[in-house]
């Protein structure tokens, strides 16, 4: 795990309290509401300066529609939304634009989310020319050979064509394009999902190495890949079905996991070690995760619990302190 570096005299980079965001659903020729799917339910948590957060879970439990709602594409139900100390939750889109230069997004695609009519230089650059970073055509050719330099690219190669370049020399393209703007923050979407595990460890080191010159760069890495969100994380926030159930630095967490669905989640990640691999007991879930339509009563997580009991369906455990910055939702952890 990395060190965190970030300075106490400045303002968290995202605040989030008691973030919501339902998604209706409509039927009918006169589309009425019938249903909501309630992506995020009462969600809060922050991120400091410096510090990268690892946002983990099953496909589905709300992980990038947390990434998208913090770079407001997507417009929350209700709670609030702060960048830098700035509310941006009900922001109208004419005021987003200097917002989301402070804020990046890398996506988990690196070919679908490059348009393959533009050059590598002019994909990288598009955001100097949108923000007004630059005013010489030379001031904006050596700033986006600076920014591949930056990514691991070489600037030989601004003149391609994404579909000439390799998964992980994409991915790159695109860490490249979100540094342009100089970001407070980077929301990594599963940025490393569709490589294969050498360009994945090199993406990593490079995501290191560039919080290691701007002290002050903060990400947001969503993964379900949980050693690698050990690997970079400073914190780390476990979802499930729309709620964050356990919160806690990375060594605390890995170390001293409390919650049953971490637990679970923790015991089917493969282990490098075939001795440890061997010998540790796995927890298997039974049951489905729960659709997002109809929750289910009090823990959402207690139809799939091995420990749940009869108060587990009739409240909603709280994320609470257990002591040494480690928050737990569970009523018998």
């Known amino acids: 795990m990395c ?33 909501e799917v309630k992506a995020l339910d009462d969600v809060s948590f922050s991120i400091k300066p410096g510090e990268t957060l690892g946002l983990v879970g099953e496909s589905g439990c709300g992980k990038t529609t947390m990434g998208r709602c913090i770079i407001r594409l997507y417009k929350p139900t209700s709670g609030v939304l702060k960048f830098e100390g700035d509310d941006v939750t009900d922001a109208p889109e004419s005021q987003l634009r200097e917002f989301r230069r ?36 030379s001031e904006y050719r050596d700033r986006v050979a600076e920014l591949f330099v930056m990514s691991g690219l070489s600037p030989d190669m601004m003149d391609r064509f994404p579909h000439e370049f390799s998964g992980g020399q994409r991915q790159r393209l695109s860490v490249a394009r979100a540094l342009a703007g100089d970001p407070s923050m980077i929301i990594c979407d599963e940025p490393i999902s569709a490589l294969d595990v050498s360009m994945q460890a090199q993406i990593l080191n490079l995501l290191q190495e560039l919080q290691e010159r701007n002290k002050k760069l903060s990400y947001l890495f969503i993964s379900h890949d949980l050693l690698a969100v050990q690997y970079i994380s400073h914190r780390v926030a476990v979802m499930y079905l729309g709620r964050i159930v356990e919160l806690a630095s990375s060594e605390e967490l890995y170390e001293n996991t409390m919650h049953p669905y971490s637990q679970a989640l923790l015991s089917a990640q493969p282990l490098p070690q075939p001795e440890t691999e061997l010998a540790r007991q796995r927890i298997i879930l039974t049951g489905d995760v729960p659709s997002p339509l109809n929750p289910p009563s009090g823990c959402s997580f207690h139809p799939r619990c091995p420990v749940a009991k009869k108060e587990c369906a009739e409240s909603t455990p709280q994320l609470r302190d257990v002591g040494n910055g480690h928050f737990v939702a569970c009523h018998y952890s």
């Open 3 to 35: 060190d965190n570096n970030s300075s106490v005299s400045l303002p968290n980079v995202v605040d989030v309290k008691n973030l919501k965001m339902y998604f209706p659903v409509r039927r009918g020729i006169l589309r009425r509401k019938v249903a």
């Open 102 to 137: 402070r804020a990046a997004l890398v996506f988990q695609d690196p070919y679908s989310s490059l348009n393959p009519r533009m050059n590598s230089a002019d994909i990288v650059g598009e955001p100097l020319k949108i923000h007004k970073l630059v005013k010489k055509s």
